[in-house]
């Protein structure tokens, strides 16, 4: 299971997406630079592929089936299209932008978000909650931060803190340059499911494009953002588990 970010931790994926391992082995790691995995060196998209591929072999995983949301499933794309690994199947959750003119609309779509956002976090610093309540003030600060991700930032809420690392951030983003990778799907040969949400800041098209070029199934959830494992879980879970059914003794 590989987390978003980068630069972030896969804590934030729990409780909801322990759902995988009711069923399935399910293994979750801290990407370098993130949470228990620091690191002071520079870190690439390289690095990042480098060091799945050291997981996969590490566990024995050949061939893994695996499950990426958001920067991970981007990861995923990265690493199978260059051939670091070579997946079983692939879920992709809401895949991160596949080119940098997508990823331009994304942050344009997410700054205009973060400005409808504005007026809640203004109150919040107003209100007085950090000194009354300084953990509830942190927690709440956290969920506006990331409200612009959601269909209706009202859902924002009790969610599992994170932090994204900005040096590791920004050095992937950097050595991604002006990337666009579809080309390297075309070497990618597996099972495949791309979930998005249709009110996703990240372009739909971003993710119509992955589901062509792999011929992989492109489900699509109604009034759902980037987050669709908050969002709709039963939605999310229903596609990728009828997924991991039907593909189960598939080689």
């Not at 997508?102 to 209100?127: C, D, G, I, K």
């Not at 809420?157 to 990337?179: C, I, K, N």
């Not at 959830?221 to 997924?243: M, N, S, W």
Request: a negative charge.
């Amino acid at each position: 299971m590989l987390h978003g970010g980068p630069g972030a931790d896969q804590r934030y994926l729990q409780p909801q997406l322990l759902h995988l391992a009711e069923q399935r082995e399910t293994i979750f790691y801290d990407q370098r630079g993130g949470g228990r995995s620091p690191s002071p060196g520079e870190i690439t998209w390289r690095t990042q592929v480098d060091d799945l591929a050291a997981v996969v072999a590490e566990f024995e995983l050949d061939p893994p089936s695996v499950v990426g949301f958001s920067w991970g499933a981007l990861l995923a794309l990265l690493a199978a299209g260059t051939g670091a690994i070579r997946p079983r199947r692939l879920v992709l959750i809401d895949p991160a932008p596949l080119t940098r003119q997508y990823r331009a609309q994304f942050e344009a779509n997410m700054a205009a978000r973060q400005e409808a956002v504005a007026p809640e976090r203004e109150a919040l610093r107003v209100s007085g909650l950090a000194g009354r309540d300084p953990r509830a003030y942190r927690q709440r600060a956290f969920e506006l931060s990331v409200a612009g991700y959601f269909a209706k930032p009202a859902r924002a809420h009790d969610l599992t803190p994170f932090r994204v690392m900005g040096r590791v951030q920004q050095s992937v983003w950097e050595s991604l340059a002006d990337y666009d990778i579809r080309p390297q799907l075309a070497h990618i040969r597996c099972p495949a499911i791309v979930v998005h949400g249709r009110e996703d800041p990240v372009p739909l098209a971003s993710s119509e494009d992955v589901a062509y070029d792999l011929g992989a199934e492109l489900v699509v959830i109604d009034d759902c953002g980037h987050v669709p494992y908050v969002e709709q879980p039963k939605a999310l879970f229903t596609a990728i588990d009828r997924f991991l059914d039907a593909t189960e003794n598939e080689t």
